[in-house]
T-cell receptor, first 114, second 112 residues
């Protein structure tokens, strides 16, 4: 158990809908990262937060947004869903953003868009 | 452009055999390099973390090497077990912002 909790584990929704994925980082970790992993693909970086502030942005679509709350949990909002958004969405957390702190991954949310 | 390339893409070995996975990177500035193991449908789990000055690091049957001059790393798995079947991902951390740059992974299958 990495200590990073993601909910829900599975999500099935229809095209055009909006969903929210939730991530609780390890206790004490200030940074949260979101990744998308499509079938048989590598992890694609979406966005990173540190202590409530956006720190880095990757290939995140405009239909997607995220935030990190004062209690450090994070939510990833996906809207106007398309079939191609079906993927595993992983959250990771690290203590700092110093280039050394290890990133621990949650078990992911499997999103299926039908 | 920051890139991490892994080879082979996939590998099948028999239980008990050894194997070596390769990682080449063009990432600057370099902070450290990590190998993760990802079981199907699960989150990646860290195996080793190597900084610029480290050449070799072991974690049980896993041994990682790093050549910072040639920007190459390898992960050697000794006496493979069926439970080693997974994807092995090389991740290079760039700079001071903990920017993780992922390779596409090597999918390892260990057969009895």
């Amino acid at each position: 158990d990495s200590g990073v909790t993601q909910t829900p584990k599975h999500l099935i929704t229809a095209t055009g809908q909006r969903v929210t994925l939730r991530c609780s980082p390890r206790s004490g970790d200030l940074s949260v990262y979101w990744y998308q992993q499509s079938l048989d693909q590598g992890l694609q970086f979406l966005i990173q937060y540190y202590n409530g502030e956006e720190r880095a942005k990757g290939n995140i679509l405009e239909r997607f947004s995220a935030q990190q709350f004062p209690d450090l949990h994070s939510e990833l909002n996906l809207s106007s869903l398309e079939l191609g958004d079906s993927a595993l969405y992983f959250c990771a957390s690290s203590l700092r953003v110093d280039g050394i702190s290890e990133a621990f991954f949650g078990q992911g949310t499997r999103l299926t868009v039908v | 452009k920051n890139q991490v390339e892994q080879s082979p893409q996939s590998l099948i070995i028999l239980e008990g055999k050894n194997c070596t996975l390769q990682c080449n990177y063009t990432v600057s500035p370099f902070s450290n390099l990590r190998w993760y193991k990802q079981d199907t449908g699960r989150g990646p789990v860290s195996l080793t973390i190597m900084t610029f000055s480290e050449n070799t690091k072991s974690n049980g049957r896993y041994t990682a090497t790093l050549d910072a001059d040639t920007k190459q790393s390898s992960l050697h798995i000794t006496a493979s077990q069926l439970s080693d079947s997974a994807s092995y991902i090389c991740v290079v951390i760039s700079g001071g912002y903990n920017k993780l740059i992922f390779g596409a992974g090597t999918r390892l299958a260990v057969h009895p």
